[in-house]
């Protein structure tokens, strides 16, 4: 994939009507950066990975864990205590190493393509809200599950499944109205014919649309996207600003007295046209529905599901193994939660490689039937010009290797999705 980003320079003959030379050449270099970046960051993530099996790492942040809980009062009876300083230093440890990497994305990266629209002080503002959030929710979760497996005797896995399940689904439910709001700011979107049609497309296919939301995503970023979310008779649509061409702060001039948050991103936020127009947006949201209408949302949660069941039950059967966990360097004890990590994070590595891919090639079936749906609607034609405005917007590169691209993405390549909608288009 590399190599078509470096040799295809010009706009192959197929392209020429849909992206012009320099949106294909912005495009290009900003996917090779990314490549580029890709490359050194899995490769480091590869080499940190392997030097912290192989100096004993994993066994070193147990024993710390156990001594920093032992000073607070809870010795070696309380592993659960233990495991949630191990989980709390493990993932401080991450977010470290990772900052570095993150910055240079942010601020090297996307700055340089035009992308970011985050101040520093606004970057170090949200990483250390999503650390804290993220450990709010993560060392309860754990806690419970912990305990839930050391209470459950032989039938604890189907105990466990069901508690990952139930949070799965509160999560799913309270993220956008409780967690997506700490990081973004989420407004109605306001009356007019934009949300009259939205609400009337619903209705047309009996979608129980309650609440049409816009976020600011343009705060952090001008890339673009939309969804919808919430259970039975309770769903809410969330539009992207960058993706409303009416609503996008990117294409207005940044005026006099906005507030503090608007202040720290004025200087970022350039003056260029994106977004879709709103019969653009309608097909794009007609394709999102459409991922709701033919049931797949349900079908990735069954999958999901089924699979956490089959992780659990084979975690059941290995978690008496000793060898596993002397062979990562545990030879006297055998901790609930580290034998989690060995299995779910080392053992399943390879099936969930293959499962990966699985799911890769479904998604890319739901999508050209979401596509189908937006046409079957009449947006055949507005969707067309969405996908390359979108394209155009978030510097896809519409080139790729295909074996690269079968592995790799879960949505359709650009020109196979327009080729399902030409002859629709056309007529």
């Known amino acids: 994939q590399r190599r078509v980003y470096r040799t295809t320079t010009h706009v192959p003959q197929e392209l020429g009507q849909i992206m012009d030379s320099e949106t294909f050449e912005k495009s290009r270099l900003y996917q090779l950066d990314k490549s580029t970046f890709s490359f050194w960051s899995g490769l480091y993530s590869e080499v940190e990975g392997t030097m912290i099996l ?3 790492g994993i066994p070193f942040l147990w024993k710390l864990s156990g001594q920093i809980s032992g000073r607070a009062g809870f010795g070696p009876e309380y592993e659960i205590v233990q495991s949630l300083v191990f ?5 401080l440890f991450s977010a470290v190493t990772g900052l570095p990497w993150s910055l240079y994305n942010t601020f090297v990266i996307e700055e340089k393509h035009g992308f970011n629209q985050q101040t520093l002080g606004f970057f170090f503002k949200d990483a250390i809200k999503k650390f804290v959030v993220t450990q ?4 309860p979760v754990t806690s419970l599950l912990l305990y839930i497996i050391k209470i459950g005797g032989d039938y604890f896995f189907i105990y466990a499944w069901l508690f990952t399940l139930v949070v799965s689904l509160v999560l799913v439910t309270i993220y956008a109205d409780y ?13 007019g014919e934009l949300k009259q049609q939205i609400e009337t497309m619903a209705k047309s296919i009996d979608f129980p649309l309650t609440k049409v939301y816009v976020v600011e ?22 539009l992207f600003d960058t993706l409303l061409e009416d609503y996008s702060a990117l294409n207005k001039e940044p005026t006099e007295g906005e507030d503090g948050e608007n202040e720290e991103t004025k200087s970022k936020t350039k003056n260029k046209k994106q977004g879709c127009k709103n019969e653009e947006v309608l097909a794009v949201l007609g394709h999102e529905l459409g991922h709701w209408k033919l049931g797949h949302t349900v079908k990735n949660i069954i999958i999901s599901q089924m699979n956490s069941f089959l992780c659990f039950f084979l975690f059941a059967v290995l978690i008496g ?7 990562f360097g545990f030879y006297d004890t055998q ?22 891919f699985c799911l890769t090639v479904l998604s890319r079936r739901f999508e050209f039937q979401a596509d189908a749906f937006a046409k079957e609607l009449g947006k055949a034609k507005d969707l ?12 896809g590169f519409p080139v790729s290797d295909w074996i690269f691209s079968m592995w790799h993405y879960s949505h359709p390549p650009l020109l196979e999705r327009l080729q399902a909608l030409k002859d629709a288009k056309q007529e």
Request: with cysteine; glycine share 4%.
């Open 179 to 191: 967690i997506a709001p700490l990081f973004d700011k989420f407004i109605p979107l306001p009356e």
């Open 54 to 56: 192989l100096c004993g």
């Open 335 to 356: 901790p609930t939660l580290i034998g989690l990590m060995i299995i779910f994070q080392f053992i399943f590595s390879p099936y969930n490689e293959v499962l990966s």
């Open 384 to 395: 067309y010009s969405a996908l390359i405005k979108l394209n155009k917007d978030n510097l």
């Open 136 to 139: 709010c929710i993560l060392l």
């Open 87 to 91: 989980l709390l230093l493990a993932t």
């Open 321 to 327: 193994q000793k060898e596993l966990f002397a062979a």
């Open 217 to 238: 995503g343009s705060k952090r970023s001008s890339h673009s996207n939309a969804y919808f979310y919430g259970f039975f008779k309770n769903k809410r649509i969330v």
